[in-house]
């Protein structure tokens, strides 16, 4: 009997040993552990205003000011503030250089868990992706244009222009197939096996572009002396991996590659240069057209419009 005692007494301690040790690692409303507050990542955001964002694993005390809790080096003067997990420096910044953060231990949590460790880390801005885009969605241009085209261009120095002309007995085949509003009905394959099948190249030439680090810069493209009036063409604008300043990541995959400069590196689009636009309205009974100048946007009286049929036949 004694003996059991003795074990009883033994568990009883043991077992407000562990209540006692249970109270530092659970809360003592909820029942959730009380885990340390720590740095899940620091980046630097280039777009806009230059900031560098410290992310931490939960949210940060209200009551709490990191401003003492963080260091940069190479020196900057910061505006430090804070916003949920979040720690936001904002200064001026050198976009070329790398710097190192500190995080000092101590900063608090708002369930009052704390950094208990401090820790480095460094960062670097990286440039915005290089990509292209038209100045306008337009198709038609107008005479008013002097047959030049816009581009918009942002960390690319060199770019390859590609003009297709679609020839005028050729261009009932094409509308049929991809319609007139630069969106494609078929996979890349297809449109491309369309364009030559419709088409020749009759213009190919390298660009050197201006450019200046992140910024978007627009460029007029000349087409007095290659195209001519009442034909259709398509426009190409590519650039491939020497002709940008973007540094593609290194660890990327042949299809990664691939993919991006299909999406950043590759721009086309439709262009009929006419000052006259067709409106048509169609009921069950009739088709009512209408010819509009562009530049003054008025009817044109006494225009005269061909209709073909879906077998690339004129109908009288």
């Known amino acids: 009997m004694k003996k059991i005692n003795n074990f009883l007494k033994l568990f ?21 552990p009380l885990t340390s507050l720590t ?9 806009g205003v230059p900031t560098i964002k410290i992310i931490m694993s939960k949210d940060i005390s209200n009551t709490f000011d990191p401003t003492a ?8 003067k910061l505006k430090i503030n804070k ?7 904002k200064g001026d910044f050198n976009l070329k250089r790398k710097y190192t953060i500190t995080v000092l231990k101590g900063i608090k949590a708002k369930d009052n868990t704390m950094l208990e460790q401090k820790s480095k880390h460094k960062v670097k801005f990286t440039l915005l992706e290089s990509k292209l885009d038209f100045a306008t969605e337009g198709v038609i241009l107008p005479s008013s244009s002097d047959k030049k085209i816009n581009f918009r261009s942002v960390n690319v120095n060199k770019v ?30 297809e449109y491309d096996n369309l364009l030559r099948n419709t088409s ?7 660009y050197s572009l201006k450019s200046s680090t992140d910024k978007w810069m627009q460029t007029s493209l000349d087409l007095n002396g290659i195209i001519e009036g009442n034909n259709l063409y398509q426009i190409t604008i590519t650039f ?33 240069f006419s000052d006259l636009a067709l409106i048509g309205e169609i009921s069950k009974t009739k088709i009512s057209l209408k ?19 879906k077998t690339n036949q004129l109908l009288q």
């Open 200 to 206: 020749d190249i009759i213009f190919s030439k390298e």
């Open 69 to 76: 809790y963080v260091k940069i080096f190479p020196p900057v």
């Open 240 to 272: 491939d991996e020497k002709g940008i300043s973007y540094i593609l990541p290194e660890k990327l995959y042949p299809y990664q590659k691939r993919d991006f400069f299909r999406k950043n590196g590759k721009i086309e689009k439709l262009l009929l």
């Open 39 to 47: 740095v899940t990542n620091v980046i630097a955001i280039r777009e």
């Open 160 to 189: 390859n222009v590609t003009i297709r002309k679609i020839y005028n007995n050729n261009t009932t085949q094409f509308l049929q197939e991809n319609g007139l509003n630069n969106k494609k009905k078929y996979s890349s394959y």
């Open 12 to 32: 009883l301690v043991s077992l407000f040993l562990l209540i006692g040790s249970t109270k530092s690692i659970y809360s003592s409303n909820k029942g959730v």
């Open 83 to 89: 916003s949920e997990n979040n720690i936001i420096l």
């Open 291 to 309: 010819v509009m100048n562009i530049l003054t946007n008025t009817p044109v009286t006494g225009a005269k419009v061909k209709l073909f049929s």
